[in-house]
């Protein structure tokens, strides 16, 4: 059993600089939990906090149930992959995945062992011998997991790992980690800012902004029901459209956009308290349709269009604003074509415009 | 093909420094190499006639001449004590300094600092007070703990320990610089995979300080190891090379032989036979280094 558990986790740097605010988080045995946000929002400085590299400030932590807040980082039996793989340029391949392992005494046929199995998980078994600027950004990233897979920790720190790969590497990177956290069997905490990464490794994904987290979910429920305006705009790609506008009462409480593009009558219980203010509507491209007969239909001009082959991202602005929607392929679609699309009633979300809390 | 402009250019960017590295640089070597096969001295200085070349008379007479097997002697003593010492303390106060949990880095990078950029002469008054057999600060404070008084630089057996302390303390600060931007290379990742791994502060300083700075190290060994086979100074101002020449480095009886005796032509093999063991001892540091890193 090694669970992870965040009480009240905070940290301010030199008394004034805060970073993280009261973090609660019970990660469990063998999950894979992401840390996602924008740069800045505390998810790193969190990930280290757990690790050891940060001192806690507020709050306290425990691995397997154990307060780490004063126990240094060698001895919390973690392992962690950085960004820019930090493997000792001195030291071949072999020898970085040993170091730890020598350092704890481990017997020369049990590192030997140890090494090999995890090299052959990897399949770095050829590379062994080399040092790591011998090695590709993909290779030197496998040696980063091999490093901390021999010691057979608790858990796994994951630092955007994947950040400093070529596009076609990360996905197939992507894969890889999903796959060994499958044969592996251990608790991992893993930070990106890349929430296509979260949304396929993850268990559990917890999204921060400003220190702060904002939900914790599973990607689905993530996707589904956000709990806010942010949640909403980070997870999902493309993401999700923003249309300002407000609540009116005019024959029936209605939704109108600024311009009074879009009319979109409302659940009267719901809504009524809320005539007056200023409410954002969301929709995700993939609500949009060109066929459907529903109402809020309304006409639009094309003005960029991005034939994927499989489906299209129609761009186009309604209020002004500009608005990104995916649609099924076709040959009238281009720029400067007028169309006719309408929004799927069953996924708007909207959010108070001030706070950008969700209104269910 | 170069065209004419393009050569004039070349010319006159290149040509002032060419100049002078040909005028001040290679015109002595060469003509002091030259010197070393003749007996070149006083009387030569007056009128050349007395000039003659002697091909390697000066070379066999300095491998019998009991003097300069003295001066090496002393001069490797100091070298293979003083350099790693004056390596070692730069690397320590370097690490100190650029440990985060210092104050006021600046000031004691200053204080480090000053004595390199304090003259030869003025450190060596100081010194020399401080070394003084009755009222010097250092017998004063080893009276505290019961030990001496030692006659520093009157004692052939204390005199060189003396001098290279003193060098060593004026030296430090200079290699320490270099050390500290060495240091500030080292990426800060590197020790915290380290510390997750199990690695104590001493074991991070073997496992990752120590190799990272190997070429830092390297640069500032050799670089030391050139400028301390030149001990002249230090002795100069000090002892004059005594007591019973227990401080007579090679440079110092060069400049003795060349220019309290006149004997020129001496004094060049002298350089000569200094700058091939300079060589020596730079490719050995180069091999060495080359061997560690496979």
Redesign the interface.
């Known amino acids: 059993m090694s669970e992870v558990i965040l009480k009240n986790v905070g940290k301010v740097y030199e008394g004034k600089n805060r970073a993280v605010q009261s973090v609660n988080l019970e990660i469990n045995d063998k999950e894979f939990v992401l840390l996602v946000g924008p740069s800045g929002c505390g998810k790193s400085t969190t990930l280290r906090m757990v ?3 940060e001192e806690i400030t507020e709050g306290e932590i425990y691995i397997d149930g154990k307060l780490v807040n004063d126990i ?3 001895d ?1 039996d ?3 992959v ?1 960004q ?1 793989y ?1 493997l ?3 030291m071949t391949v072999f020898e970085n995945m040993a ?2 392992l020598k ?2 005494k481990f017997p020369m046929e049990k590192i030997n062992e140890r090494v090999n199995e995890a090299a052959k998980i990897l399949s770095i078994e050829h590379l062994l011998e080399r040092k790591p600027k011998q090695l590709s950004g993909g290779q030197r990233q496998r040696v980063a997991v091999g ?1 901390a897979i021999v ?1 057979k920790p608790k858990v796994f720190l994951f630092d955007e790992p994947l950040s400093n790969l070529d596009a076609k590497l990360r996905v197939q990177m992507r894969t890889e980690l999903a796959r060994l956290h499958h044969q592996l069997e251990t608790t991992v905490v893993y930070v990106t800012h890349d929430q296509t990464e979260a949304m396929t490794l993850g268990n559990r994904i917890v999204v921060m902004k400003d220190g702060i987290v904002q939900q914790v979910d599973s990607p689905l429920n993530l996707y589904n029901n956000p709990v806010n305006q942010f949640v909403a705009g980070f997870i999902g790609s493309p993401a999700m459209n923003f249309i300002e506008g407000k609540i009116v009462n005019d024959d029936g409480i209605k939704f109108t956009s600024e311009m009074n593009v879009l009319q979109i009558p409302l659940d009267e219980k719901v809504f009524s308290k809320y005539v007056n203010s200023k409410i954002t509507l969301g929709i995700r491209p993939e609500h949009f349709s060109d066929e459907d007969n529903a109402l809020n239909k309304i006409r639009i001009t094309l003005d960029v269009v991005e034939q994927m082959g499989n489906e299209v991202f129609a761009h186009f602005a309604i209020d002004g604003k500009p608005i990104i929607s995916r649609l099924k392929p076709k040959d009238t679609f281009r720029i400067g074509a007028e169309v006719e699309i309408s929004l799927d009633k069953n996924h708007f979300y909207f959010f108070e415009s001030e706070t950008g809390s969700r209104i269910v | 093909m170069i065209n004419k402009t393009k050569l004039s250019a070349v010319a006159l960017f290149l040509g002032p420094s060419l100049l002078i590295i040909a005028l001040f640089f290679f015109m002595p070597v060469i003509a002091a190499f030259a010197m070393s096969f003749t007996d070149f001295d006083i009387y030569a200085l007056g009128n050349l006639d007395y000039l003659r070349f002697v091909a390697f008379k000066n070379y066999s007479t300095l491998l019998s001449d009991p003097l300069f097997w003295t001066a090496i002697k002393n001069t490797f003593y100091f070298v293979m004590v003083g350099g790693p010492l004056s390596v070692a303390a730069s690397l320590a106060a370097a690490v100190l300094l650029n440990s985060k949990f210092i104050r006021f880095k600046g000031v004691f990078r200053l204080i480090y600092f000053l004595p390199v950029v304090t003259t030869h002469v003025a450190v060596a008054i100081v010194w020399r007070y401080i070394y003084h057999p009755r009222f010097g600060l250092l017998n004063y404070l080893l009276g505290f703990i019961g030990l001496g008084p030692v006659d520093w630089l009157g004692d052939p057996n204390w005199s060189m320990p003396a001098i290279i302390l003193l060098v060593v303390w004026k030296n430090f600060g200079y290699n320490m610089v270099i050390f500290i931007a060495g240091l500030q290379n080292i ?1 800060e ?2 020790y ?9 502060a001493w ?1 991070q300083f073997k ?2 300080t120590i ?2 700075l ?1 070429p830092t190290t390297l640069f500032i060994s050799v670089i030391t190891m050139i400028g301390y086979f030149q001990l002249f100074a230090e002795p100069y101002v000090m002892t004059q090379g005594g007591p019973l020449n227990s401080t007579l480095s090679i440079v110092l009886y060069m400049y003795q032989e060349g220019f309290r005796w006149w004997n020129i032509g001496y004094s060049t093999a002298l350089a000569f036979m200094l700058t091939i063991i300079i060589l020596i001892g730079t490719s050995i540091q180069f091999k060495l280094q080359k061997e560690r890193n496979g």
């Open positions: 690790a050891g590299l240094p980082p060698k919390r973690i392992a962690m950085f820019n930090a000792y340029p001195h170091f730890g350092l704890r490093r010691r | 990426p990742e590197l915290e995979a380290a510390s997750i791994e199990g690695a104590s074991q496992h990752i190799p990272q190997a």
